[in-house]
């Protein structure tokens, strides 16, 4: 299963920058809609688009490999 390392890379960027950075902000940033976002932080094995891993990929100035990992599947669930 892919997670998804969004909620950890908010903290750090809100770390960084010393201030909130909300779903709302990215969504504007990004254009990817804001129900997405939410998706990709929250839903465990969310599916998503290359070209809403790019756009994350080019706000967060992170490669690929810090914004998703894989984890192995405990069996459990859809495939």
Known sequence: MIRFRLKELIA???????????????????????????????????????????????YFQVNLGQLAEHIKDDGQGDA
């Open 12 to 58: 750090e960027k809100e770390f960084q920058e010393g201030r909130r950075v909300t779903l709302e902000e990215i969504s504007r940033a990004t254009d990817i809609h804001r129900t997405t976002l939410s998706k990709v932080s929250n839903q465990k094995g969310y599916n998503t688009t290359t070209d809403v891993l790019d756009k994350l990929c080019d």
